[in-house]
């Protein structure tokens, strides 16, 4: 089945440093979406990428999207303690003819020491 | 983006039992989705819950311990049946994006614990 691996799966960081995760999807996605879980809470959309090599930035966060629409990346510059959870990305294409379905990578679980 | 009322937060049930999650949106929706998320897990897709129809279930989720309800376009409920303590999961609800957002946006989640 469709699978969307995450690596790493934890990461600890001193607040100031940078963060990446990345997203490996086995099939071609048709987007890719980007979520935020605090720790016991739910998951929160931070964006989604639709267009191959696409780079979107929100403030400190760049989000990129593989030319081949396989892999996408999540950075994040100069952490903050308020970055602390687990980010998520999760692949939008057609399961099996359901376009509406999103796949959940692994997640990173990302820690910030101030 | 919609705003999702989830209840029960959390409960604590006996084996063999079972439990009913209830979702309400505050507008009208297509599609939900059910999720589960172990403790420190990933998020897993048990259904896709359309209006009027039955909801359609993903590979390792069979009706009978999962049924869905779908009344109404706001509503929506997942029961756990003869529940076990590999039952123990955060049960998530989740609409998609309306017209001015892609996103997800997930109900609180039902945290169950079978004892």
């Known amino acids: 089945g469709q699978q969307v691996m995450q690596i790493p799966q934890y990461q600890h960081v001193q607040e100031g440093e940078d963060f990446t995760t990345y997203c490996n999807s086995s099939?071609?996605?048709?987007?890719i979406q980007w979520y935020k879980q605090r720790p016991g809470g739910h998951p929160v959309f931070l964006i989604q990428?639709?267009?191959?090599?696409e780079v979107k930035k929100q403030k400190r966060l760049t989000f990129q999207f593989g030319e081949a629409k396989k892999n996408s990346s999540l950075h994040i510059t100069a952490t903050q303690t308020t970055d602390v959870g687990t980010y998520f990305c999760?692949?939008?294409?057609?399961?099996?003819?359901?376009?509406?379905?999103?796949?959940f990578g692994t997640g990173t679980l990302l820690a910030v020491q101030p | 983006s919609a705003v999702i009322s989830q209840k029960p937060s959390r409960d604590i049930c006996q084996r063999g039992t079972s439990l009913t999650i209830q979702c309400q949106v505050d507008?009208?929706?297509?599609?939900m989705f059910w999720y589960r998320q172990q403790p420190g897990q990933s998020l897993t897709l048990i259904a896709t819950a359309n209006q009027g129809s039955e909801a359609t279930y993903e590979s390792g989720f069979v009706i009978d311990k999962f049924p869905i309800s779908r009344p109404n376009l706001t509503f929506s409920t997942l029961t756990v049946s003869n529940m076990s303590p590999e039952d123990s999961s955060i049960y998530l609800c989740?609409?998609?994006?309306?017209?001015?957002?892609?996103?997800?946006?997930f109900g609180s989640g039902t945290r169950l614990t079978v004892v």
């Open positions: 989740s609409v998609a994006g309306g017209l001015h957002s892609y996103g997800y946006t």
């Open positions: 099939t071609t996605l048709s987007n």
């Open positions: 999760a692949g939008g294409g057609n399961y099996g003819g359901a376009t509406n379905k999103l796949i």
């Open positions: 507008s009208q929706v297509t599609m």
């Open positions: 990428l639709v267009k191959s090599g």
